[in-house]
């Protein structure tokens, strides 16, 4: 096997530290299917703004357009507002690849403490299928008057027949190959009149292709409610661009700590990379502490092994995290320990090389 090239970029805050773990665990578990990573480092990200003026060159997209998968910590920086570092360089490589599917995971590990009461290990196993390239974050409008009293702001959400429809036809396709056989799509249809009301359709209409699946459809203000009254109820989830980051940040919480929300951003066609990165930002009040969960990125490489058809890899991440939090671990101090970023990364290789 050619060895698989992996676009790295660590970007900001907290992002080089959790990914330098993130790598060394991939390269353990990828021993497990004889496979060879190739790593290729990019300095891209609000360092690479305040010398340049913009988060990455302008060929950039060009240069990841040759790998097989991105790796990504995080980006944003406290002196740079959000939407500088995000439409400078997340947004645009989940449009350049058409990475539609953005799956975000939430479960409740054994030896993590959900902050609600009496939520046994495994019992909160979510699945957020997030639409990722239109929607609330389409990025269509602009101002008028900037700057003046009459300033006007227009942000425009754009839904279109193709873009639900695919995102909610790939949520179904993995709800049937779970236990539990349940779906729930998240609207806003009663003040959405037309965006909401096309996704309503797309929902209904492909719900019809797979009568075994059980269904429901929350609005976005009752489906927070829900996940904190009955998350063990969900099973899949597909929501809008923006409903679906709201409810993943949630879900995290739930399950006990952003530190292990992990993400991938998946353009199923494989026509080009599909990238992956840890949900928690940057978090640059912890930045070069050693503080930060770094699981969260660790699971996300997890994911990218399962993309790229290593499953005993990716299979070894999964079962390694959960033994490690099982066995009382060393645990970073989001999750009541003390150990360092690097000792925590340092336990699940060990582990990794165990099995």
């Excluded at 004889?34 to 060009?62: K, S, V």
């Excluded at 009496?118 to 602009?142: C, H, M, Q, W």
């Excluded at 679906?244 to 998946?266: E, K, P």
């Excluded at 959960?322 to 582990?351: C, F, H, R």
Aim: hydrophobic share 40%.
């Amino acid at each position: 096997m050619s060895a698989l090239r992996i676009a790295v970029i660590s970007g900001d805050g907290i992002g080089p530290e959790v990914t330098e773990q993130a790598i060394l665990a991939a390269e353990a578990a990828a021993n497990r299917d004889n496979a060879e990573l190739e790593w290729t480092h990019f300095p891209w990200g609000t360092d690479f703004y305040f010398e340049h003026g913009r988060m990455a060159p302008e060929d950039y997209l060009d240069l990841l357009a040759e790998f097989d998968a991105i790796l990504l910590g995080a980006v944003g920086h406290p002196d740079v507002q959000d939407h500088v570092t995000l439409n400078g360089l997340l947004l645009p490589i989940r449009r350049r690849f058409d990475q539609y599917v953005c799956l975000r995971p939430s479960y409740l590990y054994p030896g993590v403490q959900s902050p609600l009461r009496d939520k046994e290990p495994g019992s909160i196993d979510i699945l957020v299928f997030r639409e990722n390239t239109e929607g609330e974050y389409a990025n269509i409008g602009g101002r008028l008057y900037q700057d003046k009293d009459d300033d006007v702001a227009i942000q425009t959400s754009v839904f279109t027949r193709k873009g639900c429809e695919r995102i909610i036809r790939s949520a179904f396709e993995k709800a049937a190959t779970r236990p539990a056989q349940k779906i729930a799509s998240i609207t806003k249809s009663n003040a959405q009149g037309y965006g909401m009301v096309l996704w309503d359709e797309q929902f209904d209409k492909v719900a019809a292709d797979f009568p075994n699946i059980e269904t429901e459809s929350l609005l976005i203000d009752r489906a927070v409610m829900e996940f904190v009254r009955r998350p063990e109820s969900f099973d899949v989830v597909v929501a809008s661009n923006l409903f679906g980051d709201i409810l993943t940040d949630l879900g995290a919480i739930v399950v006990g700590s952003m530190g292990l929300a992990a993400s991938a951003n998946i353009d199923p066609t494989r026509n080009g990379p599909s990238m992956f990165e840890p949900v928690h930002g940057s978090a640059p009040d912890i930045t070069g502490m050693g503080l930060a969960n770094p699981l969260a990125a660790i699971l996300s490489a997890g994911m990218m092994l399962e993309h790229l058809e290593l499953h005993n890899a990716a299979a070894s991440i999964d079962q390694s995290v959960k033994q490690l939090l099982a066995q009382d671990g060393p645990k970073s101090p989001d999750l009541g320990g003390t150990a360092k970023t690097t000792e925590v990364g340092a336990a699940i290789v060990e582990i990794i090389r165990a099995m």
